[in-house]
């Protein structure tokens, strides 16, 4: 996840990759989506990878797949994760991305598992963090 600066707000990798490679390969990446226009498709090819990614406002979400994806499903599972968000933060914003980084981890793990989309129900992928959230607050009382 990116904003319109190339600025990375979060980033999630299922294979390892060097952390010098990370930047660069991120970097690279940035500078691919955000130079493609609007008029565009949002597939494109980059090195072993097919890149697939969304614009919500400021703020661009990148996949990077191999060969054994389809593109459509992944653009569909985007656009899940950020009405997930959206339901969670009640209208998501880039900040409450930044300063609530945690969350947005656990949502993307709820629907992620070792690179594979393990699930989609909105209901089902905030629960975990529902509760958490309400041990924590009864924690406090």
Known sequence: MVNKQGQTRLSKYYEHVDINKRTLLETEVIKRCLSRSN???SFTEYK??????R??????????????????AI????HNFVEVLDEYFSRVSEL?????LDKVHII???????????ETNRERILAPLLILYSECVDSDL
Not at 48 to 53: C, K, Q, S, T, V
Not at 75 to 78: A, G, L, N, R, V
Not at 96 to 100: I, V
């Open 55 to 72: 614009q919500y406002a400021a703020l661009f979400i990148v996949v990077g797949v191999d060969d054994t994806e389809t593109e459509m």
């Open 108 to 118: 993307l793990d709820e629907m992620v598992l070792n690179g594979c989309i393990v």
């Open 39 to 41: 008029e565009q498709c």
């Open 48 to 53: 072993d990878f097919r890149l697939i990614y």
């Open 75 to 78: 653009y569909e599972f985007i």
């Open 96 to 100: 409450d991305k930044m300063f609530n």
